[in-house]
């Protein structure tokens, strides 16, 4: 088997879709990737909640492990609850 090739360095957005749309992707080593989540709909509310101190404190801290917001974290974990039980 051959040793993958290194992806190249992109400057540009249109490097970039040039780049995906003719290279072939299975000739490079992407197991370094991480799934990127994008929020495209706009925050228009606001909600205010009180939580126990230790329940805010685990929020921050696994926020701070996936390097995001916690009320990114918070947005999240409501959302797949809700998707979860919008399946049943």
Known sequence: MKEPKQLPVL?????AEDFVANADLTEYDLSGFKRV?????????????????????????KAAEAGIPYQ??????????????AAE
């Open 37 to 61: 989540h994008f929020e495209l709909q706009p925050k228009t509310e606001r909600v205010n909640m009180r939580l126990p101190k230790s329940l805010l404190d685990a929020a921050r801290a």
């Open 11 to 15: 400057k540009s957005d249109e490097e």
């Open 72 to 85: 990114r974290l918070i947005r999240r974990a409501l959302e797949r609850e809700l998707s979860l039980k």
